[in-house]
């Protein structure tokens, strides 16, 4: 009796989670990324090199000051996936500490 082997996946587009596909590169076809030879931690490049940047601004309507804990905000920034792009935005937010005043 023998046991099934695994199988490794391509890898997962940091944008959007998607597995990546293959044709000279690892790229997302729904993002507009290419992820090179996929090595993790592998930062993405636009498939086109001649595309200009989607910048969306936020649209997560949990990012606003109501949302959070007093004290602590989000510091979003716009889409910076490739203009075109079939996925979510991706925005990178970051959730910061606002800083006290005297």
């Known amino acids: 009796m023998s046991l099934p082997v695994c199988s490794v996946h391509h890898p997962s587009c940091g944008a959007c989670g998607g597995e990546t596909r293959w044709d000279e590169y690892f790229f997302c076809e729904d993002c507009g990324l290419n992820y090179g030879d ?49 996925s979510d935005h991706w925005t990178d937010c970051q959730l910061t500490e606002v800083e006290k005043t005297p």
């Open 38 to 86: 996929g090595e993790d931690q592998t930062e993405a490049e636009f498939s086109d090199e001649e595309a200009t940047a989607c910048e969306n601004p936020c649209e997560n309507h949990w990012h606003g000051p109501h949302k959070i804990r007093q004290g602590w905000t989000y510091s979003c920034r716009p889409c910076a996936l490739p203009a075109g792009h079939t």
